[in-house]
């Protein structure tokens, strides 16, 4: 009698361990992966829309006169630019935080959608390069990995992805921008 129940034991030992497989190839497909330098996360297209304004899926970077700048001006790491809905329209000195706009994943930039973002905690030393190598939409910061990660980690995001001009101010889901007077 054994040996009947023998091979269930392993039919069912075998079962067992394809659903854990399956369970472990899916819980890494969901995980977020860094996009390597010049590459778009997939994780980054929102549509905007309604109001008046324009509907913006990211696509700040036509629509900014000169190249906006990153600063670190009280809690806010703001980013500034003369930006206009629409090619066309009058430009509009505007700004938006960008702290809510991402979050820090592992040492990795990602865009989140309900402005609750908060990875100026985790990164610092951010900044849009001036390099050749580079466009000047990216933003690089330097993010740790895990908490208390002395050396962290550097990372670079498409900006132009995720933040979007409209009506005619700065922004990202969950984090509208606003006029500089």
Known sequence: MQLQSLPR??????????????????????????????????????????????????????????????????????????????????????????????????????????GKGDFTKSCGECHIPIDAKVPPKWMRCVCERFAGDKEGKETEVDLDQHIHVFEDKLGCPGAEGFVLT
Request: proline share 7%; with cysteine.
């Open 9 to 114: 034991i392993i039919t069912i030992g075998a079962g067992f361990l394809s659903y854990i497989q399956l369970v472990v190839t899916a819980a890494a497909v969901a995980l977020p992966v860094q996009p390597e330098v010049g590459q778009s996360s997939p994780y980054a297209l929102v549509t905007r829309g309604g109001g008046g304004g324009s509907s913006i899926e990211g696509g700040y970077y036509n629509l900014c006169h000169y190249y906006p700048t990153i600063s670190k001006i009280e809690n806010q790491l703001r980013m500034t630019g003369q930006c206009a809905s629409n090619q066309t329209g009058p430009l509009q000195n505007t700004a938006v935080d960008l702290n809510p706009c991402y979050t820090n994943i592992d040492g990795g930039l990602f865009p989140v959608t309900d």
